[in-house]
């Protein structure tokens, strides 16, 4: 049973954050890389402390856990979303979304080197099978950016280092507070960093429209809120390896709600990708030796 909430719970983020990969790019258009950001963490927070709000508020902070919601805040979240957005600038949601998939391997050496978790077999296929599924999705079609900036790759690469601090610190923390607490602090650590990037930024507000906000609003609530609130969830149930493992779904919604939103051209490679990503997702969690809340 806490196997099948654990999945349940990944496909969550999953969904949400293979969708908002579209969204930035969409949102890049008119607005500012780390005004976008700071928008949908601002919304998130007040979101959350309005749902603790509605008990008893958030859970008190212990002091010795400071350093870890400011590795979560500031470099899992600010630093990797600017990383990553800038990233989407240069090389498009496509070709971005197929750098996120190395952050199984990167999570899974990681987390063995860290905390000595012995890695199965099948994991490490199934693993390799994944990252070649996201291959074919993005190098099967016209969906790669031609005309790619490189540079967008190196900024991607630093996005999923600033992403295993985020599971590193994160792990430092379960257990400790309710998963609602724990996103909320780790919101709040997070908003003081902003104050770092946004003089820099500029924004066409006259162009900011109705579409512009419905995306925000979805980055804020579906993207962050409840993405962030389940996949701590997840790896609390599941594990970091799996969990991380999941993410490699991102490149089918992706795929599917470029497909309707933008347009986009799906070849049959591409769909060939999406079946060995699914499998072998499945073949990891199935298999996992991890032990509940690794």
């Known amino acids: 049973m806490r196997l ?23 949102l890049l258009r008119t607005m500012g890389p780390m005004i976008i950001v700071a928008i949908r963490f601002c919304i998130g927070t007040a979101a959350l402390l309005a749902l603790l709000k509605l008990k008893k508020g958030p859970a008190k902070l212990k002091r010795e856990h400071i ?14 979303f600017y990383f990553e957005n800038i990233g989407i600038l240069n090389i498009g949601a496509n ?69 295993v601090v985020y599971i590193m610190s994160t792990k430092k923390l379960i257990g400790n507070y309710p998963y609602l607490d724990l996103t909320f602090y780790q919101f709040l650590f997070s908003l003081p ?11 066409s507000w006259q162009l900011v429209g109705f579409e512009q906000w419905a995306h925000i609003i979805f980055l804020s609530v579906m993207a962050s809120v409840l993405g962030f609130y389940f996949y701590n969830k997840a790896m609390d149930y599941i594990g970091a390896t799996s969990s991380t493992v999941f993410l ?33 997702a499945t073949v990891s969690v199935l298999n996992s030796r991890e032990s509940s809340g690794a």
Do not use: R
Not at 11 to 23: D, H, N, Y
Not at 107 to 134: C, E, H, P, Q, R
Not at 249 to 277: D, E, N, R, W
């Open 95 to 163: 070709d971005s979304v197929l750098m996120v998939a190395t952050m199984p391997i990167i999570t899974m050496l990681v987390d063995s080197f860290i905390y000595k978790n012995k890695l199965g077999i099948w994991n490490v296929v199934s693993v390799a099978a994944s990252f070649a599924g996201v291959a074919l999705i993005v190098f099967g079609g016209s969906s790669s950016s031609g005309g790619a900036n490189p540079v967008g790759y190196v900024y991607m690469l630093l996005a999923i280092v600033s992403w």
């Open 193 to 203: 960093f902003f104050v770092f990037f946004l003089p820099f930024e500029h924004t």
């Open 4 to 26: 099948l909430l654990g999945i349940i719970y990944i496909l969550i983020p999953t969904l949400a954050w293979g969708v908002s990969f579209v969204s930035t790019e969409f």
């Open 248 to 280: 490699n779904f991102m490149p089918i919604i992706t795929l599917i709600f470029g497909y309707f939103y933008l347009g986009s051209a799906v070849s049959p490679f591409q769909i060939i990708g999406c079946i060995i990503i699914i499998i072998s």
């Open 67 to 80: 350093p870890y919601f400011l590795l979560a805040g500031g470099i899992g979240i600010v630093a990797y």
